[in-house]
C-alpha cells in the first residue's frame, strides 16, 4: 500500500505552503472512503458527524487504524516533527455539489500545544471547483485544486512564531463532482514552527511559462488588473499592459504569434490599439480572426435569432401615440422596462409605469438621437450574472435589488456567490456569448419564480473579478486557462 509520491514543492512564500503528489496510494484511499466514506459508514464505527454547507464531517482517530496512523506519521516525517496530542485525530470531510468553506486561519491552542501546521490529503478529483485557495499568500494567490493522493501542506506560524496572516485560506465552492479530503492538524510547541521542509520550487509551468499576456488598459477598475496579475503569476505567465491615453500609433505593430491579448476597457481609444495590436496569430477572445475588427450587432436581435430566450422586445422608434399605445400592449401592459445602449452599472434602463412617462420620455429620446429597447417587465425575478469563459461558467453571482429601486446590483455578500444558477441558465449563458461570436461574457440573466428565465444581455468586455475577490471563484485563472490552451490549439500543439 505504499504510495509512489514525487518530491515535495514549495508553493509560496507566505504561508510556507507545499504540496505533494502521489501522497497516497489508490489503494489507501479507497480504504478510508471505504471506512469512512459516508454517514452510514460513519455511524456503524461509532464516529459522530455533522452535515451542512461545509460537507459531511467527522474526527477519525489516528491510532484506530493502521492506514490512518501509516499517512500520519509519513506527514510528520516530511515536516520533522510530531504531533503532540496524546490522542490526534484526522478531520475527514466530504463536500457535495454547492459546498464550501469560508475563509479561515488555523489558529488554535491546545494544552499550550499551537496548531503549527496543517496537512491535507485529497482522496479524490474533482470535476470543477473545491480548491483549497490562499487569497493571502505571497508573492500572489494559490489555489490548491483537489486531486486524488496530493498532499497540501502548511504552516499556520512564521519561523519567530507569530501567527502567519498569509495562511488565511477557505474552499471554494465545488461545483462539479465530490471532493473528499482528511486533513491532519499538528499542535506542537510553537517553537516547530522554526523547523525547515526540505522541497523544490514549484516550476513556473511548460507552455504557460513562455507566454506574454498584454492588456489593454484605459481606466479599468483596479480589481481587475490586480486579478489578471495574479492569475498570469501563478502560471508563469508574463503581464504586460499597454495604456490606451499613452499609444503610439506610428510606431504601432501587431504583437508576435502566440502573444495572448485582451482589452477589458470599453472606451474607443482602447478598442483601436486592441485592433492595432492584433495580427495572424495573436490569440484574443474572439473567435474569429477579426473579431476585433467587428462591430457585433443588436444583441438581442442576435440571442432571438439563435433560439435563446429573452423578454419580449421592441425598438422604441417613434413618439406616435397610438403606435407606443399598441407597443406596450404587445409586451403585456405597463409596466415596461426602457433602455439605453452604453450604460453600466444600471445607468440607462429605466421602468415606465405610466403612459404619460413613456411619452414624455419618448419625445425626449428621440429629440436626442436615441432609439431605446422596449421590453417587458419581469417581476418577482432573480437576477444572476454569469462570467462565461469558453465553454463554461466560470464565475457566478446573485445580484441583489435595493427597497427603492428595482435595478439591481452586486453586493459583498459572499452567501451570494455560493450558490450556482439552475444548469438551463449555465447553458443558456454559455450559448449566449456563443451567440456573439466571443469567447468571454459577462451574461445577466434573469429567473422568474415559475422556472423561466431570461437572456437580458451579454457584456464583453465585463467586470469579473468580484467573482475572484468576493466569492473566490479563479475567473482570471480560467481565462489565461483557456487563452493558452487555444494558442497551443492555434500552432497545431
Known amino acids: 500500500m505504499n504510495p509512489v509520491s514525487s518530491s515535495l514543492r514549495r508553493l509560496s512564500e507566505a504561508p510556507r505552503l507545499y504540496v505533494q503528489e502521489g501522497f497516497v496510494s489508490d489503494d489507501e484511499a479507497r480504504h478510508v472512503l471505504a471506512s469512512y466514506g459516508d454517514r452510514d459508514a460513519l455511524t456503524r464505527r461509532g464516529l459522530a458527524w455533522q452535515a451542512n454547507e461545509t460537507g459531511l464531517s467527522s474526527e477519525l482517530p489516528v491510532e484506530a487504524d493502521p492506514v490512518l496512523a501509516a499517512i500520519a506519521a509519513r506527514i510528520e516525517a516530511v515536516l520533522g516533527f510530531s504531533c503532540t496530542l496524546v490522542e490526534p485525530t484526522f478531520r475527514f470531510r466530504r463536500y457535495a455539489r454547492g459546498d464550501a468553506h469560508p475563509p479561515h486561519l488555523d489558529e488554535y491552542t491546545i494544552g499550550g500545544a499551537r496548531l503549527v501546521a496543517t496537512a491535507i490529503v485529497y482522496l479524490t478529483d474533482a470535476e470543477d471547483g473545491g480548491e483549497t485557495f490562499f487569497p493571502r499568500a505571497e508573492p500572489h494567490p494559490v489555489a490548491v485544486a483537489a486531486k486524488k493522493g496530493r498532499l ?17 485560506h477557505q474552499s471554494n465552492l465545488l461545483r462539479e463532482g465530490e471532493k473528499a479530503t482528511i486533513a491532519y492538524f499538528v499542535y506542537a510547541p510553537v517553537e516547530a514552527a522554526r523547523v525547515n521542509v526540505a522541497a523544490d520550487e514549484a516550476p513556473a509551468g511548460t507552455a504557460s511559462s513562455r507566454r506574454r499576456f498584454v492588456c489593454v488598459n484605459d481606466g479599468v477598475p483596479e480589481a481587475t488588473v490586480r486579478v489578471l496579475r495574479e492569475a498570469c503569476a501563478s502560471r508563469g505567465v508574463t503581464y504586460e499592459e499597454v495604456q490606451a491615453a ?6 504601432a505593430e501587431p504583437l508576435p504569434p502566440g502573444t495572448l491579448l485582451f482589452r ?9 490599439v486592441e485592433q492595432a495590436l492584433s495580427g495572424p496569430g495573436v490569440v484574443t477572445f474572439h473567435r474569429e480572426p477579426d473579431g476585433v475588427f467587428r462591430d457585433v450587432g443588436p444583441e438581442h436581435a442576435v440571442l432571438e435569432r439563435r433560439g435563446i430566450s429573452v423578454p419580449r422586445w421592441i425598438w422604441g422608434n417613434t413618439t406616435d401615440r397610438v403606435l407606443l399605445r399598441r407597443y406596450v400592449e404587445d409586451l403585456g401592459g405597463l409596466p415596461i422596462v426602457m433602455k439605453f445602449a452604453g450604460g453600466s452599472g444600471g445607468v440607462g434602463v429605466l421602468r415606465i409605469d405610466s403612459l404619460a412617462g413613456l411619452f414624455s420620455t419618448m419625445d425626449h429620446a428621440l429629440a436626442s438621437g436615441r432609439m431605446p429597447v422596449l421590453s417587458t417587465y419581469i417581476p418577482d425575478a432573480t437576477h444572476h450574472r454569469c462570467i462565461v469563459v469558453g465553454d463554461r461558467v466560470a464565475g457566478y453571482w446573485r445580484n441583489q435589488k435595493d427597497e427603492d429601486d428595482f435595478r439591481t446590483h452586486a453586493t459583498d455578500d459572499p452567501a451570494d456567490y455560493q450558490t450556482p444558477p439552475a444548469p438551463e441558465i449555465l447553458a443558456s449563458a454559455v ?8 469567447e468571454l461574457g459577462g451574461v445577466d440573466v434573469l429567473e422568474h419564480p415559475s422556472g423561466r428565465h431570461y437572456v437580458l444581455e451579454v457584456n464583453f468586455p465585463c467586470f469579473f473579478a468580484r467573482a475572484r475577490l468576493v466569492g473566490g471563484q479563479d475567473v482570471g485563472g480560467a481565462m489565461i486557462d483557456w487563452l493558452v490552451r487555444k494558442a497551443e490549439r492555434m500552432a497545431g500543439r
Open 246 to 251: 499613452n499609444f503610439d500609433f506610428t510606431a
Open 264 to 272: 477589458p476597457a470599453v472606451s474607443s481609444s482602447a478598442v483601436r
Open 152 to 168: 497540501a501542506l502548511w504552516f499556520n506560524h512564521r519561523p519567530d512564531g507569530s501567527v502567519d496572516e498569509a495562511a488565511l
Open 431 to 438: 450559448a449566449a456569448t456563443a451567440a456573439l461570436d466571443v
